[in-house]
């Protein structure tokens, strides 16, 4: 069965600094999709980043990248430069197979405040 | 980018009515659809897997009488909470994902329905 983990319930960080969010997972499937939320109090879900199990290089998008660690089932979210606006709550998820029929399994979440 | 709209944002009952949230695909077509329900400050649970044309798949001890999922077409997913109960109130959210057989690195999400009952 898969797993995902989020270990820090919430984290604070400065404006403008760096902030690491941490997610492990676990899966006996070699083929899975990782993916990064954002969900702000409005409550939509917000799609950040994504990583497949065969990409060799770690994705980025803008201020947002996953450190992708496979040996270690890591794949936490760094977000570069914070702004007050990444006040949220922040999800990883896996996907089962690499297709549009897998589910996905949610973590716990970690809610992140950036201070002024 | 896709957009998944979900209908109502908001919605209160009665306690022992029914309620239909209706998620939509604008601009793509989705063979498949997520259903989740999110407690205030927890994770998305997976309530079901809407398959189109075909019964909807239910997660264990999600009860298919009380939670009923109909996807009549790509576009349109709809979820029935009957004869609600305050038990039920709770933040519905969906998810779409594009039609095709191919690595997904994208789910869409609709806006959420925030269900009340009284």
């Known amino acids: 069965a898969q797993k995902i983990t989020q270990t820090q319930p919430g984290m604070f960080v400065q404006e403008k600094e760096a902030v690491t969010l941490d997610c492990t997972y676990d899966?006996?499937?070699?083929?899975?999709?990782l993916f990064w939320y954002k969900q702000p109090s409005s409550g939509e879900m917000i799609f950040l980043i994504y990583?497949?199990?065969?990409?060799?290089q770690n994705a980025t998008e803008g201020r947002y990248s996953l450190n992708f660690q496979k040996a270690r089932k890591s794949a936490n979210l760094v977000i570069s430069a914070s702004q007050l606006g990444d006040s949220a709550m922040y999800f990883c998820a896996m996907r089962e197979g690499y297709t549009n029929a897998g589910k996905s399994t949610f973590g716990d979440g970690t809610t992140l405040t950036v201070k002024p | 980018g896709a957009v998944v709209s979900q209908h109502p944002s908001r919605v209160i009952c009665k306690s022992g009515t029914s309620v239909k949230i209706e998620c939509r695909s604008l601009d793509f077509q989705a063979t498949t659809m997520f259903w989740y329900r999110q407690f205030p400050k927890k994770s998305l649970m997976l309530m079901a897997t809407s398959n189109e044309g075909s019964k909807a798949t239910y997660e264990q001890g999600v009860e298919k009488d009380k939670f009923l999922i109909n996807h009549a077409s790509l576009t349109l997913s709809t979820l029935t909470v009957t004869s609600a109960h305050p038990e039920d109130s709770s933040f519905y959210i969906c998810s779409a994902r594009p039609a095709g057989d191919r690595e997904v690195t994208e789910a869409f999400f609709g806006q959420g329905t925030r269900l009340t009952v009284v």
């Open positions: 899966t006996s499937d070699p083929s899975y999709g």
């Open positions: 990583q497949g199990s065969y990409d060799q």
